[in-house]
T-cell receptor, first 115, second 111 residues
Framework: ETGVTQSPTHLIKTRGQQVTLRCSSQSGHNTVSWYQQALGQGPQFIFQYYREEENGRGNFPPRFSGLQFPNYSSELNVNALELDDSALYLC??????????????FGPGTRLTVL | EDQVTQSPEALRLQEGESSSLNCSYTVSGLRGLFWYRQDPGKGPEFLFTLYSAGEEKEKERLKATLTKKESFLHITAPKPEDSATYLCAVGDGGATNKLIFGTGTLLAVQP
């Protein structure tokens, strides 16, 4: 069983640029959530995708956007990068139905550095 | 406001010295209390889910317990490979059941 994968592993951008991060969900999982983790902090919820639609959003501006594809993989796009966007971006997938759908399994993350 | 607080922020143990990590929470509609382990620069690794007060779960040297206001992660006879940051999170019970995380406890186990 393949776990959650993310690409790229590391990324360096300059302020004002745009970035796309990618996530492949765990086999059989149809829900994908994205989190931002600043150094020394816990992950913060950005948004969630279910059936290719945004299913909920945290306290992040509209320049953070996403997509989910029919195979349940997902992208996170960030426009007009700011220095404070430097963080570890985590993707988590959840299985469909039942009590276990609450459990979210994380990928290794993408480390984004904005200069 | 939903909130998760973990203590201590950091803990240094000798190998074999048992201890407990605390996670206290306030959430309007709890749908699961989750423990994760995170190694430096890596994504969180799922450990346990607890759903109701009184519930306990064990995995190797780790045991998680849950009350109505807090959870404990007990570490029995830890080894150096247990060194990591342990994150606690609650599901907020909303449409997404998004996870609200604490800031974690950094555990260092010395040989």
């Amino acid at each position: 069983e393949t776990g959650v994968t993310q690409s790229p592993t590391h990324l360096i951008k300059t302020r004002g640029q745009q970035v796309t991060l990618r996530c492949s969900s765990q086999s059989g999982h149809n829900t994908v959530s994205w989190y931002q983790q600043a150094l020394g902090q816990g992950p913060q919820f950005i948004f969630q995708y279910y059936r290719e639609e945004e299913n909920g959003r945290g306290n992040f501006p509209p320049r953070f956007s996403g997509l989910q594809f029919p195979n349940y993989s997902s992208e996170l796009n960030v426009n007009a990068l700011e220095l404070d966007d430097s963080a570890l971006y985590l993707c988590a997938s959840s299985p469909p139905g039942g009590s276990s759908y609450n459990e979210q399994f994380f990928g290794p993350g993408t480390r984004l550095t904005v200069l | 406001e939903d909130q998760v607080t973990q203590s201590p922020e950091a803990l240094r143990l000798q190998e074999g010295e048992s201890s407990s990590l605390n996670c206290s929470y306030t959430v309007s509609g709890l749908r699961g209390l989750f423990w994760y382990r995170q190694d430096p620069g890596k994504g969180p690794e799922f450990l346990f889910t607890l759903y109701s007060a009184g519930e306990e779960k064990e995995k190797e040297r780790l045991k998680a317990t849950l009350t109505k206001k807090e959870s404990f992660l007990h570490i029995t006879a830890p080894k150096p490979e247990d060194s990591a940051t342990y994150l606690c999170a609650v599901g907020d019970g909303g449409a997404t059941n998004k996870l609200i995380f604490g800031t974690g406890t950094l555990l260092a186990v010395q040989p």
